[in-house]
């Protein structure tokens, strides 16, 4: 848990001094639909987040309130927690992906005093889970019904005198409640302080400028959940702290491409799916030999990389990393072949995602890297891993047991992931220990490392390996994206069978006699966070899935062949 720190610069004073010295540097780029773009300054943000702040205070809310935002990643969001910061409250974003259901949950569990509606896609089947008395402030970018219903930000800022000076807040007091994405039972809600949102800010900064160079503009694409650590922390936390990276914002999935374009990221956080996804993009127009043989000559090859990276929009990257869930080896070997150095990282919601980063010579595949700057970690006698970061949460809101629970007696977090590490330092994430599971035979088989090598392979989008009480484990796998259109076509279907039993057998080479794979079962449909199958941050949902095909392991195991089609 965070101490205090009454006499460290928080985050808040580094917003002023920008407002002071970068007033009319561009700080935020917002798309707004047809091409078009509002650039937002220093001096822009923090006048429009003054106004807020007041019209909040006006308001009467006690210090320490909890205001909600519940939208897509738009400058606005920054804006309006900026306006909560300055207001003296708390912010509680929600993954703009919820149900009604747990919306509701999540505004009542924080006691929440009034909700930002912004940038959604479904807000008419999230809107009954808003209690019907909570007031309501529509961004600019919200849906056309909550700009009907609701008073505007617009009209707000238009009619409210900007609050004056510099509102300070104390270290220990909450800057946010982040309520995890819930990959299994309800949403806990994470305490993070003044003190440790600054830490995040400032150790993610330091980190940047070292890993693309002190006199390149940093520049960054915005799009992963803003509601999830990870964005919060290494893009909002980091250009609030810095002052010198410049958010572009991705205004929709079919725009996406264009959207980096326009950015020309010098900095790309992602999570394995997409870089996958990516890949097998690249690989759909040019097959792998034909590539792989081009990589291959000297000076072509460089051309054929540049050019495979601007396609992507992601030729001017410096550094690219991947977090939320392991990413295979063999991917990050193919990017980097690419001429993209890709890395990846490690953290948790309950350190603010700062803790475990790859960089320069601590980049095997396969590790999250070593320690970042102020983190202390060691391994428990069972080989879980345990963090102390300095940008640790205060623990969980209202719920003291599960805190104290969850921290050793000196402090150190207990992340529930099992690890390994070099004598560099080195952090191997192994599996979860809640994830370990009994085949009949009676041994315990971690998932994690069989799905690495499953998902490596370039037919395969994402796997689950199951199999609790089963005479064996078992594999189920999601296609890639362009295979999955044709997965009824007779042809691509033996192609299919053929590629993932030989796939099959070599997993079973590379794993313990109980871990061994059964069958592969080859998924009817897409796990997406729509079907409630993946979180708001791509994490399959094992319990889910698992209770989804429930009915249908016993059919699977007594089908013969290695590939089953579900």
């Not at 956080?269 to 043989?293: C, E, I, N, T, W």
């Not at 090859?301 to 869930?325: C, E, F, H, I, T």
């Given at each position: 848990m965070t101490d205090k720190a009454p006499n460290r610069k928080l985050i808040l004073d580094r917003v002023y001094e920008h407002e002071g010295q970068r007033a009319d540097q561009v700080y935020l780029t917002q798309p707004t639909g047809g091409g078009q773009v509002a650039d937002y300054t220093w001096a822009q943000v923090m006048d429009q987040s003054r106004r807020l702040a007041a019209h909040l205070q006006a308001r009467g809310f006690p210090r320490g309130a909890r205001v909600a935002i519940l939208s897509k990643n738009c400058a606005h969001f920054f804006m309006a927690e900026l306006a909560i910061w300055m207001a003296g409250y708390t912010t509680v974003a929600i993954f703009p992906t919820e149900t009604a259901e747990t919306i509701r949950y999540v505004l009542e569990h924080s006691e929440a005093s009034l909700l930002f509606v912004?940038?959604?896609?479904?807000?008419?089947?999230?809107?009954?889970?808003?209690?019907?008395?909570?007031?309501?402030?529509?961004?600019?970018?919200?849906?056309?019904?909550?700009?009907?219903?609701?008073?505007?930000?617009?009209?707000?800022?238009?009619?409210?005198?900007?609050?004056?000076?510099?509102?300070?807040?104390?270290?220990?007091?909450?800057?946010?409640?982040?309520?995890?994405?819930?990959?299994?039972?309800?949403?806990?809600?994470?305490?993070?302080?003044?003190?440790?949102?600054?830490?995040?800010?400032?150790?993610?900064?330091?980190?940047?400028?070292?890993?693309?160079?002190?006199?390149?503009?940093?520049?960054?694409?915005?799009?992963?959940?803003?509601?999830?650590?990870?964005?919060?922390?290494?893009?909002?936390?980091?250009?609030?702290?810095?002052?010198?990276?410049?958010?572009?914002?991705?205004?929709?999935?079919?725009?996406?491409?264009?959207?980096?374009?326009?950015?020309?990221?010098?900095?790309?956080?992602?999570?394995?799916?997409?870089?996958?996804?990516?890949?097998?993009?690249?690989?759909?127009?040019?097959?792998?030999?034909?590539?792989?043989?081009?990589?291959?000559?000297?000076?072509?090859?460089?051309?054929?990389?540049?050019?495979?990276?601007?396609?992507?929009?992601?030729?001017?990257?410096?550094?690219?990393?991947?977090?939320?869930?392991?990413?295979?080896?063999?991917?990050?070997?193919?990017?980097?072949?690419?001429?993209?150095?890709l890395y990846e990282g490690y953290g948790m919601t309950e350190d603010n995602s700062y803790s475990h980063a790859s960089w320069g010579e601590f980049a095997e595949p396969g590790f999250v890297g070593p320690p970042m700057v102020g983190v202390q970690v060691r391994l428990s006698d069972e080989g879980e891993v345990l963090i102390k970061s300095p940008a640790a949460c205060s623990g969980y809101y209202k719920q003291p047991e599960l805190t104290q629970e969850s921290f050793t007696e000196d402090g150190f977090f207990r992340t529930g992931d099992l690890g390994e590490r070099q004598a560099s330092g080195m952090l191997k994430i192994t599996g979860r220990a809640k994830e370990l599971f009994k085949t009949a035979k009676g041994k315990y088989v971690a998932p994690a490392p069989i799905e690495n090598l499953i998902n490596a392979h370039p037919m395969i989008e994402m796997s689950m390996v199951s199999g609790v009480g089963q005479p064996s484990a078992y594999a189920i796998v999601v296609l890639a994206e362009n295979l999955r259109p044709r997965q009824a076509d007779p042809a691509l279907r033996a192609q299919v069978e053929a590629e993932l039993s030989t796939l099959l057998k070599s997993v079973n080479t590379e794993v313990a006699d109980y871990e061994h794979l059964r069958m592969i079962v080859v998924a009817g449909d897409a796990w997406s966070i729509e079907n409630g199958m993946l979180t708001p941050t791509m994490k399959i949902r094992r319990a889910r899935i698992e209770k989804a095909v429930g009915d249908e392991v016993e059919r699977w195991f007594g089908a013969r062949g290695a590939v089953i089609w579900a």
């Open positions: 912004g940038k959604l896609d479904t807000w008419e089947h999230q809107k009954p889970g808003v209690p019907e008395a909570m007031p309501r402030i529509a961004l600019p970018l919200a849906p056309e019904t909550a700009l009907k219903d609701y008073e505007t930000w617009d009209a707000i800022a238009a009619r409210t005198q900007p609050v004056s000076g510099k509102p300070a807040r104390a270290a220990d007091e909450l800057a946010m409640l982040i309520y995890t994405s819930g990959s299994t039972g309800t949403p806990k809600g994470v305490m993070q302080s003044f003190a440790a949102v600054s830490a995040a800010g400032d150790g993610f900064a330091a980190f940047i400028r070292k890993q693309i160079g002190a006199g390149t503009e940093g520049r960054v694409l915005s799009y992963l959940p803003l509601a999830h650590s990870f964005e919060r922390s290494c893009v909002e936390m980091s250009s609030l702290w810095s002052g010198d990276l410049r958010v572009f914002f991705a205004e929709a999935l079919d725009t996406f491409v264009q959207d980096l374009q326009r950015a020309q990221p010098t900095v790309f956080m992602s999570v394995p799916r997409l870089y996958a996804k990516f890949q097998q993009g690249v690989l759909a127009k040019m097959p792998a030999h034909k590539l792989d043989r081009l990589l291959s000559l000297p000076l072509i090859g460089k051309l054929v990389g540049k050019k495979v990276r601007k396609g992507l929009g992601l030729d001017q990257v410096l550094y690219a990393a991947s977090g939320s869930a392991p990413l295979t080896p063999e991917i990050i070997r193919w990017y980097r072949r690419i001429g993209l150095k």
